[in-house]
């Protein structure tokens, strides 16, 4: 099973787990998703996010970690 982890580029590298217990084919879904990055967001979500944290992109783990 995955989880999914919000990491930010400040301050210094937080991370923050947005769901788990994803197959991997799931996890990668939801990472392929353009929302999931604040490169790429479109949404007024993300757009505040973004100001609001800076930089930041989900990623997934292995639970196991």
Known sequence: MY????M????CGKK?????????????KHCGDPETSSRTCTSAAG?????RYG???DG???CKR
């Open 3 to 6: 989880k999914i982890v919000r």
């Open 8 to 11: 930010y580029f400040k301050p």
């Open 16 to 28: 923050r787990t947005i769901k788990t217990g994803l197959t991997l084919q799931e996890a990668r």
């Open 47 to 51: 757009i505040a996010r973004t100001k």
């Open 55 to 57: 930089a930041w992109f």
């Open 60 to 62: 997934y783990e292995d």
